[in-house]
């Protein structure tokens, strides 16, 4: 309740001509009139006058006075008394902040206060949200759940630097919570410090510096997760402001709470079975058939006693070591055995020999269960040191529930009230741990396991890259009648809660397992919810959730069930466990190290034996640690043709996104799945990152590939809201063009291709599972060769899958990308070589189309060569025949000729020894002798040219047709004689 508003002074004169016209009025009394103050003027003095609580009813009005100092105000506990103007206490059964309001009841909207639903998605016109404002709830008042933005606002002026407090409890990271103001100059808080932090179990308390003059306080609320659960709202109670100018009365009490003395600054709630009216000073006994919860305005009539009401556990070991089978009623209890119907709370059974202590745990002499010292191990009965060359595996594992382990804990959220009645949510019962009967149906019984971190063995704790610190693993039952959901909910730090697995109604006895990957995951909550119909009877509170067994491993401070084997050598100072060095595996039962195979790394989760050797895949390089293996980005591919393809994606290693195609929630509001890509890279890259960043703290996840639900709004002043991160892919199992890789199979019909050239293919692992993927997720990345893209990031997402993929386990992307072609060659162009054309030929080098290759070698350039034309060549070739007709013309006269010597010679012989038949001619005949013929010819050619002889030739032949043989000279002179005789 706020003070009355302040008149100014020049009210005054109205109030005397208005005294002055009424005078046939009655005179006021003290109840017609109350005292206010005028405006402060500059020297920071004032006036107090007297305002009619109604007009025209009386008169005679007490004159104005002088005013207390603007900058008087008064303390806690106290109000101003304007008769006096004096300070006073409070009264008891009331209370007062001094110079401050409150607001602690919300049956409705306090006056001042205003609540309003808006769509701060600028894309989506559909959703209404006129309906989605605050709601009060008597002690407090809710937000709304769904994708609306709802906003709680209230404006105060300030006289002097005050504060702002309220209490709040804000469970659910599934909606955005921010607190500002904005000052008369329209400046808002920054927008770091108005994020609110997540309750854990209780009510929050904030507390703001306020400046003075105008102040508009906000409440800001956007639910935006999208997994299938109720969202809790965010509850808001107790808003107190101080800095106002002073308060002149005091508040009464509200039911449920009291002030005994007088000047109280705030009053106390009512103890469980009592109750208390409006300005109670004391709070009254509720009678015996009746109860109430703590701060109750009234006392309910006690119900008859169900079933419900209690709920069974196994005691600790007594000093015999003997446990048994008890009931006991829920505390508070709040039934009655004696109303009719009522049932009777049933007999404990026998003492039974209690079980082993948990493992890491022994058996003291009191049969209690104690944790093993360091370098200690147990089966769960009494300790024994690891031998030397050991050491222990550090670990919480829970299997035998007859106490609730220290650092476990149990409670109750009701979502329709802030008291819970009942404080036992899950109680042990020997074997197992079970939720038992709540007030209503529709509570959360939660249980929360606190970690205080983690740490890996010596043997593996050195370079561990892949940060797969431990793994929780646990059993769990359901059964159920309606729709009950238990959730899973990993704790990052002691503000975040995020869900990581949901079961729906009844499930069979069965095993989950979630792999931690980083330090700052600090607690584990299983909630179970019997049903999101409220009601007020309880039909279902037979409904349960069962956990068998929990164990996590690699625990700081946790205890050991076995120790296990380490190498020997040198070691720090006091340590019996030695590593083997980087790429080695332990030799089991001799402790020596064994080098692993080429080109294998070591699993985080094996240290012992050959198993902890991992191959790696095609195309794929185990890193300095030996812990993952890495691709450099670059690969050699034999073509269908037995081409050698180079491929170099170096130009794609940085981080990429991908948005699948939106999607609407129930309400209309549009979301994204955002995929972060890192393809490869070489030690000492920058991984694919997903965050939340709607609560302060946030979570992320980092590796190859990830997954958030990304949601398009103007909240917290980013464009974009990132939840639910999830890691795809956090090793890579290898690069190759086939469709299959170690179990991963990237179909090819998703992704149709018209080109001859294959596809590249990354195959990615993720070793976190869940329900539906019991083997972990997986990813494919098809690298597909497309000169024509110039962009670096087009991926797309299967058409039949728009989600990326199908079964939820295996996501498929196709990144088409220039860089994704092989490396260009020689083998990827030709030569054109043109006609000879004034002596030039030129040679031109161009690229088989279509085009398969990026980068590489380039186009050689054009060669420009000599050459001669063909008219040059039949030039030659004639003269060449020509010449040759020539050379062939003279032989063939000078073989004529030689042949018509031979045949003159011997037809001479012949003449000569025509008439001595039987006669040899003597020496002195004409036949030729030897070397005659030759040194005929050597005289003939040296004495006539070619043509000389020719023209001899031609007039040595006689008119009988006889050539005439010139002969030597003594033959000559014979020839001479005969002639002569012959004449004669």
Known sequence: MMHRGLMHLSHLSLWLLFAQTSADLPLCKESDYHFEYTECDVLQSRWRVAVPNKADTCTGLPDPVQGTHCAFSCNEGEFLNMQSQQCQKCAAGTYSLGTGVAFDEWDSLPTGFITQGVNMNSEDIHTDCSNSTWTPKGDYIASNTDECTSTLSYAVSLKKPGTVSFEYFYPDNGIYFEFFIQNDQCQSTDSESRWMKISEKNWNQHKVDLSSGNNVLYWRTTAYA?????????????????????????????????????????????????????????????????????????????????????????????????????????????????????????????????????????????????????????????????????????????????????????????????????????????????????????????????????RLPQSMAKDNERKDLSRITFVFETRCTADCKLYFLAGYNKWNNDLVEVWTGSNSKQSYSYLIQKNSTISFTWTFRRTVEFSVERKYSTDFAKIYSIHINNVIGGVASQCRQCALGSAKAGSACVPCPPGHYMVSGTGACQSCPPNSFIRADEAVGEAACVQCGPNTKVNKAFTACLSDCTLDVKSAGGLLLHYDFSRLSNVTSVHSSPRFTNRGVRYFHSFNLALCGNEGRMPATCID??????????????????????????????????????????????????????????????????????????????????????????????????????????????????????????????????????????????????????????????????????????????????????????STGTVAAILLITISCYFWKKTRKLQYKYSKLIMDSGGKECELPTADSCAIMEGEDIEDDITYLTKKSFFTKIKSYSRERTSDGFDSVPLKSSSSHQLKEDEDSDDA
């Not at 990830?706 to 939840?723: F, H, Y």
Request: glycine share 8%.
């Open 693 to 878: 960043n709607v609560t302060e703290s946030g979570g992320e996840v980092k590796g190859y590939i990830c997954q958030s639900i990304v949601v398009p709004s103007e909240i917290r002043s980013k464009s974009m809201v990132s939840s639910l991160p999830v890691l795809i892919g956090d090793s890579l199992v290898g690069v190759s063009t086939d469709t299959t890789l170690k179990g991963i199979t990237s179909p090819s019909g998703q992704f149709p291709s018209v080109s001859g050239l294959p596809d590249v293919t990354f195959y990615f692992k993720s070793s976190e599972n869940t329900q539906a993927c019991k083997e972990g997720r997986s990813a494919t990345i098809r690298m597909r060769c497309n000169p024509t893209v110039t962009a670096k990031d087009l991926i797309k997402l299967p058409s039949n899958c728009s989600e990326g993929t199908c079964d939820g386990c295996t996501f498929h992307f196709l990144w088409e990308s220039q860089h994704g072609c092989p490396l260009c060659t020689k083998n990827h162009y030709r030569e054109i070589v043109s006609a000879c054309i004034q002596g030039i030929q030129k040679t031109t080098y161009v690229w088989q189309q279509p085009l398969l290759c990026h980068g590489g070698e380039s186009l050689p350039p054009q060669k420009v060569n000599a050459c001669v034309t063909l008219d040059f060549w039949l030039k030659i070739g004639v």
């Open 226 to 454: 999208l997994q299938d659960s109720a969202i809790k709202p965010v509850m808001l109670k107790n808003v107190a402001i101080s800095g106002v100018a002073y308060t002149s009365e005091c508040f009464h009490c509200k039911p449920g709470t009291y002030s005994s003395k007088p000047g109280s600054a705030r009053c106390t709630p009512c103890p469980a079975d009592t109750y208390s009216n409006k300005g109670a000073t004391v709070c009254l006994q509720c009678d015996q058939d009746k109860y109430a919860g703590t701060g109750s305005g009234s006392c309910k009539l006690r119900p008859a006693c169900t079933n419900s009401d209690y709920f069974y556990t196994h005691t600790a070991c007594d000093s015999e070591g003997k446990t048994q089978l008890m009931y006991k009623w829920i505390e508070p209890k709040i039934c009655s055995e004696t109303v009719e119907g009522s049932v009777k709370l049933p007999a404990s059974g026998k003492k039974e020999t209690c079980p082993p202590c948990n493992p890491g745990f022994f058996v003291t002499n009191s049969s209690g269960c104690e944790p093993c010292d360091k370098d200690f191990y147990s089966n769960g009965t009494v300790c024994a040191k690891c031998p030397a060359g050991t050491e222990p595996e550090s670990e919480f594992i829970y299997k035998w529930w007859n106490t609730m382990p220290s650092n476990m804990k149990s409670s109750i959220f009701h979502q329709e009230s802030i008291h819970t009645e009942h404080n036992t949510a899950w109680e042990v019962a020997g074997e197992y741990i079970y939720t038992t009967p709540g007030d209503q149906d529709t509570d959360y019984l939660m249980l929360t396991l606190n970690v205080p971190g983690y």
